[in-house]
């Protein structure tokens, strides 16, 4: 089975651009999660869909969207870039993640953002 | 809210030694407990879990971890390193009323020395 896949795996953007990540999860996975990395905060939650709705939210700012297609693949938006920004973005897919948080989470290799 | 510690943000041990790394978590009900490995420039993988049951877990590449609820403890253990664990790792949990949000902790930094 094909593992998780990120495109593109490397980013270069200006600051006030927006930029769009896709994330096509393993096969006959329905959950897919996103996680910024960086140095400073390590990995933190973006937000989780599930079956094309949003299902769990982190703290981020309205700049960070997402969705997910009836396919399962998703896409992560940010809008006007800042400096800040600049992170490895990890996507994660589960299978249903309807088992209270006790499924594995399998992870891309990420895509690295960064914005000048 | 739950929470993880690692204390520790880099190691290094020899070749052959006892790697232990360290994970203490916080959070009210005993969460759901993981240990990813990350190479340079890839994803984490999943290295082994505890969910329910036999508290202490193994998992791939010789690792292994014990679930302590008295000590909210989760320590990642290897008889004996070799070069090729050398990556970072890192500790989550996640809730049984959170869903598949995982909090992570801020990794540890393994390097193996020959």
């Known amino acids: 089975k094909a593992g998780v896949t990120q495109t593109p795996r490397y980013l270069i953007k200006t600051r006030g651009q927006q930029v769009t990540l896709s994330c096509s999860p393993i096969?006959?996975?329905?959950?897919v999660s996103w996680y910024q990395q960086t140095p400073g905060q390590g990995l933190q939650f973006l937000f989780e869909?599930?079956?094309?709705?949003?299902?769990n939210k982190g703290n981020f700012p309205g700049r960070f969207s997402g969705r997910q297609f009836s396919n399962s693949r998703s896409e992560m938006n940010v809008s006007t870039l800042e400096l800040g920004d600049s992170a490895l973005y990890l996507c994660?897919?589960?299978?249903?993640?309807?088992?209270?948080?006790?499924?594995?989470?399998?992870f891309g290799p990420g895509t690295r953002l960064l914005v000048l | 809210a739950q929470s993880v510690t690692q204390l520790g943000s880099h190691v290094s041990v020899s070749e052959g030694a006892l790697v232990l790394l360290r994970c203490n978590y916080s959070?009210?009900?005993?969460?759901?407990l993981f240990w990813y490995v990350q190479y340079p420039n890839q994803g984490l993988q999943l290295l082994l879990k505890?969910?329910?049951?036999?508290?202490l877990v193994k998992g791939i590449n010789g690792f292994e971890a014990e679930f302590k609820k008295s000590e909210t403890s989760f320590h990642l253990t290897k008889p004996s390193a070799h070069m090729s664990d050398a990556a970072e790792y890192f500790c989550?949990?996640?809730?049984?009323?959170?869903?598949?949000?995982?909090?992570f902790g801020t990794g540890t930094s393994l390097t193996v020395i020959p």
């Open positions: 994660a897919s589960s299978f249903s993640g309807t088992s209270g948080g006790r499924e594995t989470q399998y």
């Open positions: 096969s006959g996975h329905r959950s």
């Open positions: 869909y599930f079956s094309e709705t949003q299902r």
């Open positions: 959070s009210s009900v005993p969460p759901y």
């Open positions: 505890y969910t329910t049951g036999a508290t």
């Open positions: 989550a949990v996640s809730g049984r009323n959170t869903g598949n949000q995982f909090y």
